[in-house]
């Protein structure tokens, strides 16, 4: 049976399937197996000798030792620390050290994994189900024409449906984060497992008021790219994953073309993460603190919140949908 991420404070399914981060690639030297917490499980990393990426669940099912707390890695397998146990790649037993017999029906679960946009990926689906969209190759990232300028993280106490609705409310602009100009939303677009949207925004720059765009695209809800248009070009890469039911991990990886001015890059550049990052930690407070309402009173405009809303069924089990993820209806729009 599959366990439900409901709670009190989040009555509905929080961790949804799909590709997630669960690290940079170079966060995982070879060698070293390391602890990790998502989906609500706890976890191994860990690159085998040949170099290839492995994730699995953490507790050995002998006695339950955490491979995390060292467990090595032997050619491909990955052995236990309390006795030796060792596993495959398919997190199967194949050598008890102290009995010639395996025992056939020890066996971890195992994740699939690709190396993506410089993160190490993990498909997370809580039927064990096979991955069912893929996530493309953003060319920025390997652009000789682009700098890798900046990364940051968080780790915030909401969950991911929180974190996601606030990239269509452009109403909040104003009130939470004092912008002169609230973005403007010129289309947005859900085509199948992708979110498209594109709006428009005002930018305050030593030579007057310039206009700017900024388009985003969701690759399912762990990664996505939104790129920034009118005073330098510039890619920003967005991994979110969930912890658990009440807890999320955003990484930011930012990427501005070159200026052939390393001065202007490097102030721009900086100018840029200074301003979303700002926004993101004003944002953090009210993500920490307010209550999801699944039937809340809407107002004109707010129409995107019940498209946002449905798109997300998409990515909940069908082992663990129920109910209805509309409002009761919109507000009086008078």
Not at 44 to 70: E, I, K, N, Q, S
Request: glycine letters at 8%.
């Amino acid at each position: 049976m599959t366990a439900s991420t409901r709670t009190e404070r989040y009555p509905f399914e929080t961790i949804p399937f799909g590709w997630f981060s669960v690290g940079y690639q170079e966060e995982f030297p070879g060698g070293e197996v390391r602890p990790l917490k998502y989906f609500g499980r706890d976890l191994v990393g860990f690159r085998d000798d040949t170099g290839a990426m492995r994730v699995m669940d953490a507790f050995c099912p002998h006695l339950g030792a955490h491979l995390g707390y060292g467990g090595h890695v032997d050619g491909e397998d990955v052995v236990c620390p309390f006795h030796g146990w060792k596993f495959n790649t398919e997190g199967r037993c194949v050598d008890i050290p102290y009995s010639d017999r395996v025992n056939k029906l020890a066996k971890i679960r195992t994740y699939p994994v690709q190396e993506l946009n410089g993160h190490v990926m993990v498909w997370w689906h809580p039927d064990d189900e096979a991955p069912k969209y893929e996530v493309p190759e953003v060319p920025e990232l390997t652009s000789e024409d682009f700098l890798h300028h900046a990364r940051r993280d968080w780790q915030i106490n909401a969950c991911m449906q929180e974190l996601g609705e606030n990239s269509v409310d452009l109403a909040h602009f104003k009130y939470i984060h004092g912008t002169d100009f609230v973005p403007k939303m010129e289309s947005l677009e859900f085509d199948g497992y992708n979110q498209i949207m594109k709006s428009v925004q005002y930018f305050h720059t030593p030579r007057g008021t310039t206009e700017g765009h900024i388009d985003v695209n969701m690759y399912g809800r762990g990664m996505g790219t939104t790129r920034f248009t009118g005073i330098v070009e510039t890619l920003l890469l967005t991994a979110t994953t969930p912890i658990d039911e009440e807890n999320s991990h955003v990484r930011f990886w930012f990427h501005v073309r070159k200026l052939g001015d390393e001065r202007a890059e490097s102030s721009v550049g900086d100018a840029l993460v200074a301003d979303v990052s700002k926004q993101v930690e004003e944002d953090i407070p009210v993500w920490e603190n307010k209550v999801f309402l699944q039937r809340p009173a809407l107002a004109k405009g707010d129409q995107v919140f019940i498209e946002y809303r449905k798109w997300c069924q998409r990515f909940i089990a069908d082992s663990l949908k129920s109910g209805d993820v509309e409002p009761a209806g919109v507000a009086d729009e008078g």
